[in-house]
Each structure stands twice: as structure tokens, then as C-alpha cells.
């Protein structure tokens, strides 16, 4: 079923498929040459609502930014712990992703933008509940980390979109079929 509002992956990865080392950095990519922003900009206004798991939730809150990075989104973060208190820039969420999925769908708005991480992600691309794959490749085999994908029971078939280059970042670009 097509919907005006979206299901996008937007991550960057090692070429290797590792998302963070096992010590959650992703360093790797500071140190990767950018082209500005490699569109981030852009695709950051096509969405008004993120998805995170409790991981990169905790990630990005030690980063110790001076605001929280996606304040004016609508922000939900999923963990299994029902004692998670929400605060004014996050809602925490438990159960089927599917459901919240097919809710914010059911609204209008933009485009909903899975942050991540791996384990997220998973109950997205196992439900094939994602529209499009933005894919972006940095010039490093890490060797070990934390992965983009995991195991799944069936092949989920993409349909290639465009491919970007931004300086040393490959950006592959992919839609449900
Ligand atoms: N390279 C990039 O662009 C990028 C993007 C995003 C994240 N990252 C990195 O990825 C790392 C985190 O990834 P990760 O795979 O370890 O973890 P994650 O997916 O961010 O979070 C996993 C946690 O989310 C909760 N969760 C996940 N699915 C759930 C569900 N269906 N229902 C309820 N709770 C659910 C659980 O939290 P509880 O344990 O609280 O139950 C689980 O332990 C961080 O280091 C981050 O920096 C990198």
C-alpha cells in the first residue's frame, strides 16, 4: 500500500555494514571527507517525525550536545523498559512498530525517518515496512561493530534509485519495490 508519508532509512555505514565500532563510535565518519553536509540539509526537511531505538537514544544524549539534535520533530524512541519518563523532546514507545507506523499514517504530515540503530531497524526491514533505503557508504572496512542489518528470513527486493557521490561518501539510494 502506498502512503503519502514515507518510511525512510537514512544511515550512514561502514562498507563492511557496521553502523558504530562495538564501542558505539562513529568517529569513522567524523573523519571522512564530506561534501557540506552531504545533503542532510534537504532530506531533513522532507520529514517531521524520527524513530529511534534506546541505544542511539543514550548515544545521542552523552554527546552532550548544547540542544537535542532533532528538537521541533516529533520523536519517539523505542525501549522495553515501561519506567522511561518522556520529556519535551522525546516520546518512548514499546510494542509492534507496525502500529505506530500505520497511526502516523494515518495523520497527515511528512515523511518518518528511522534513525537507527541496527536493532530498530531490524523490526522495519523484517516487516518490509520501509519505502526507501538512503544508504550512505563511508570509505572504511571496520571489521567488527555494530551491524545495519541482521539475519532476516526472506530477501526484501529494492529497486536502485540514484547513486550520489559527496566527496568520499557513496550515497545509494533505494526504494521498496
Ligand atoms: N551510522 C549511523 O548513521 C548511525 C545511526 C543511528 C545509530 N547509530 C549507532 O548505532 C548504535 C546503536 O544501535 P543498536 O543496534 O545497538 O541499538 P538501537 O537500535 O539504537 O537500540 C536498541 C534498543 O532499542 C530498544 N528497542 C529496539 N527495538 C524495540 C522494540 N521493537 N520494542 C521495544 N524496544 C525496542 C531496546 O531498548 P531497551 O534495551 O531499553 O529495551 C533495544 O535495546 C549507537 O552506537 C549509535 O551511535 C549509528
Given at each position: 500500500m502506498k502512503h503519502n508519508r514515507k518510511v525512510i532509512v537514512y544511515i550512514a555505514t561502514s562498507?563492511?555494514?557496521?553502523?558504530?565500532?562495538?564501542?558505539?563510535?562513529v568517529h569513522w565518519l567524523d573523519e571522512t571527507e564530506a561534501a557540506g553536509d552531504n545533503g542532510f540539509a534537504a532530506f531533513y526537511e522532507t520529514i517531521d517525525t524520527v524513530i529511534m531505538g534506546k541505544n542511539t537514544y543514550d548515544w545521542v544524549v552523552n554527546q552532550?550536545?548544547?540542544?537535542?539534535?532533532?528538537?521541533?520533530m516529533t520523536c519517539y524512541v523505542y525501549t522495553s523498559s515501561d519506567t522511561a519518563v518522556n520529556n519535551e523532546d522525546v516520546t518512548f514507545v514499546q510494542g509492534e512498530v507496525s502500529e505506530l507506523i500505520q497511526q502516523l499514517q494515518r495523520q497527515p504530515g511528512k515523511n518518518i525517518w528511522i534513525v537507527g540503530g541496527g536493532e530498530l531497524l531490524h523490526h522495519y526491514i523484517k516487516e518490509n515496512l520501509v519505502d526507501e533505503y538512503i544508504i550512505t557508504i563511508a570509505?572504511?572496512?571496520?571489521?567488527?561493530?555494530?551491524?545495519l542489518f541482521k539475519e532476516l528470513q526472506s530477501n526484501i527486493h529494492l529497486q536502485l534509485e540514484q547513486v550520489k557521490k559527496y566527496a568520499q561518501f557513496a550515497e545509494l539510494h533505494f526504494l521498496k519495490k
Open positions: 562498507l563492511d555494514g557496521y553502523i558504530a565500532t562495538k564501542e558505539e563510535s552532550e550536545l548544547e540542544e537535542f539534535p532533532y528538537k521541533g570509505p572504511i572496512i571496520l571489521g567488527s561493530g555494530i551491524p
